[in-house]
Antibody
């Protein structure tokens, strides 16, 4: 059974940093692109970033370029999102998703709140 | 930037057919995907590559494509289909991803 379990969310002040983690199991992690998708409270889905199987290619939505970094550790079957210079508008539930052009499996999400 | 446009809301009575459209603002159009999201839950993929249905998704869900518009059709709508629906595609580079704004389906 495919499982994606996010962790690392919480309350952080504007300008602060946070690192999200996603533990993957039930599939061969090294053969899939992976993505982070977020959803602000009461709003729609927004794709944030994705990363190729070997980590050699990474893409970001314009609003997080230069502030967020996606990376993975294939030895640990884990995906990460390093978030720096956080803003109030980054407040959202962050989902980890398996990326096959579509997102066929999702985690349950972790809430990030940016507030003073 | 590449955008996908959906109607904010669609309402239908039980047993009727619901159609939710998603328009891309530019060519070439990439494949489209559809997700159902119920309150407090993660999204679920219901249609991939414009019209393919994943295993476990009821046959009443179908997808179609014409020009730069794709449509999710739910035939014989049931109360349990009330949810938010999102279309998604790749951006013009093919590497980034983009979502439509979402459509709230209300079953009257």
């Amino acid at each position: 059974e495919v499982q994606l379990v996010e962790s690392g969310g919480g309350l952080v002040q504007p300008g602060g940093s946070l690192r999200l983690s996603c533990a993957a199991s039930g599939f061969t992690f090294t053969t899939y692109w992976m993505s982070w998708v977020r959803q602000a409270p009461g709003k729609g889905l927004e794709w944030v970033a994705n990363i190729k199987q070997d980590g050699s290619e990474k893409y970001y939505v314009d609003s997080v370029k230069g502030r967020f970094t996606i990376f993975r550790d294939n030895a640990k079957n884990s995906l990460y999102l390093q978030m720096n210079s956080l803003r109030a508008e980054d407040t959202a539930v962050y989902y980890c998703a398996r990326d096959e052009a579509s997102f066929d499996y999702w985690g349950q999400g972790t809430l990030v709140t940016v507030s003073s | 930037s590449y955008e996908l446009t959906q109607p904010p809301s669609v309402s239908v009575s039980p047993g009727q057919t619901a159609r939710i459209t998603c328009s891309a603002d530019a060519l070439p159009k990439q494949f489209a995907y559809w997700y159902q999201q119920k309150p407090g839950q993660a999204p679920v993929l219901v249609i991939y590559k414009d019209s393919e249905r994943p295993s476990g998704i009821p046959e009443r869900f179908s997808g179609s494509s014409s020009g730069t518009t794709v449509t999710l059709t739910i035939s014989g709508v049931q109360a349990e289909d009330e949810a938010d629906y999102y279309c998604q595609s790749a951006d013009s580079s093919g590497s980034g991803r983009v979502f439509g704004g979402g459509t709230k389906l209300t079953v009257l």
